[in-house]
């Protein structure tokens, strides 16, 4: 009797490990497209701050960056 619940504990602890290694592999994987993306918009709105005339209000709006993120991109620039 003690070996076998010593077994399914075995078992419902190794299904647990495995289970939370999947679930932070999965949000690993959403952290970085997560990233990409900021990325990809940070660098749209540096373009467009430096080749354009648009205003930091219109880039926030395209890019979906806070405006005040903008403002200390543009003096950074």
């Known amino acids: 009797m003690r070996r076998a619940l010593d077994e399914m504990f075995e078992e419902s602890t190794n299904k647990g490990i495995q289970m939370g ?5 999965e ?23 430096v ?3 648009q205003t930091l209000e219109e880039i926030s709006e395209i890019v ?3 405006l005040d993120a903008l403002r200390e991109l543009k003096k950074s620039i």
């Open 21 to 25: 290694i999947k679930q932070g592999i």
């Open 27 to 49: 949000q690993g994987i959403e952290q970085g497209i997560e990233r990409g993306v900021k990325n990809t918009q940070i660098k749209i709105a540096i373009k467009m701050l």
């Open 51 to 53: 080749r354009n005339s």
């Open 64 to 66: 979906g960056l806070d």
